[in-house]
Nanobody, 124 residues
Framework: QVQLVESGGGLVQAGGSLRLSCAAS????????MGWFRQAPGKERDFVAA????????SYADSVKGRFTISRDNAKNTAYLQMNSLKPEDTAVYYC?????????????????WGQGTQVTVSS
């Protein structure tokens, strides 16, 4: 069982930056593939970024490539999403997710665990 807690969301102006954190419970965090998704009001939950459990492979949505960076610190049981050059269209609730011993996953239904989400609002 893994519990995920996101933090770091907030209100930022367009062009600004935020770093989201996803703190995981448990001793086997290093064996989990991690992903970030976002959901805007009235829309489906969309893929943002992910890496495999080894951390070697990563994937990004086209809309965030070159602006967002996913990373992890296994010693801290934490995954991160660095978001730069934020745009109003990045406004959403951001969720992290985990899947045991998996490669890169872009589909929501393949993840085993989800956090509660953190709100990111980008003003124009």
């Amino acid at each position: 069982q893994v519990q995920l807690v996101e933090s770091g969301g907030g209100l930022v102006q367009a062009g600004g930056s935020l770093r989201l954190s996803c703190a995981a419970s448990g001793r086997t965090f290093s064996k989990y593939a991690m992903g970030w998704f976002r959901q805007a009001p009235g829309k489906e939950r969309d893929f943002v970024a992910a890496f495999s459990w080894t951390g070697i492979s990563t994937s990004y949505a086209d809309s965030v490539k070159g602006r967002f960076t996913i990373s992890r610190d296994n010693a801290k049981n934490t995954a991160y999403l660095q978001m730069n050059s934020l745009k109003p269209e990045d406004t959403a609730v951001y969720y992290c997710a985990a899947a045991y011993l998996r490669g890169v996953i872009v589909n929501t239904d393949e993840y085993d665990y989800w956090g509660q989400g953190t709100q990111v609002t980008v003003s124009s």
